[in-house]
């Protein structure tokens, strides 16, 4: 699976668009980009992911560039539950891929009142 | 639905035992995958499990194992534990390990004294 770059921390006003950016230059054709989050002492959950074109469901908005190098997770209306550390992850995605997930040091999020 | 559920939650055990913790899939998920996560190290991969089968596997010592029932529940066991094995241990289940999100619990957390 590629290797993600992310920076360490990051801060936002309560209400305030969240972007977070994520750094795959060497990924590959097959592989999708997954983002996940996880609130200090919880399971990490699942927000969104996408292959090349952009994706959005009721939590966020993922943003990929057009050659696939760097891709943007948007919390739009971000509140104080959504500090926490978000991880860009990705990976290829078959039915014999299986599920090994690679979290990097992700992003430190802490959204201030 | 009910989500992933993992117990114990916590768990105090002593050098040179060992232990085995569980985890119930989503109802219909039938990958169950399971991670280890440290201060130092952050989250690693396991191993994961499809259909009773073990489909990947991570680089973890030979003390860490696992299994899956046929009703898609899930054990790990760590034999002969080290101090360096405390850790929060996290379960993920998915419909079929490919590209949808997965889903994880709240793990359990297991302190080797």
Sequence with gaps: DAKTTQPPSMDCAEGRAANLPCNHSTISGNEYVYWYRQIHSQGPQYIIHGL?????????????TEDRKSSTLILPHATLRDTAVYYCIVRVATETSGSRLTFGEGTQLTVNP | KAGVTQTPRYLIKTRGQQV???CSPISGHRSVSWYQQTPGQGLQFLFEYFSETQRNKGNFPGRFSGRQFSNSRSEMNVSTLELGDSALYLCASSLDGAKRGYTFGSGTRLTVV
């Design chain 1, 52 to 64: 090349k074109n952009n994706e959005t469901n009721e939590m966020a908005s993922l943003i990929i």
């Design chain 2, 20 to 22: 085995t913790l569980s």
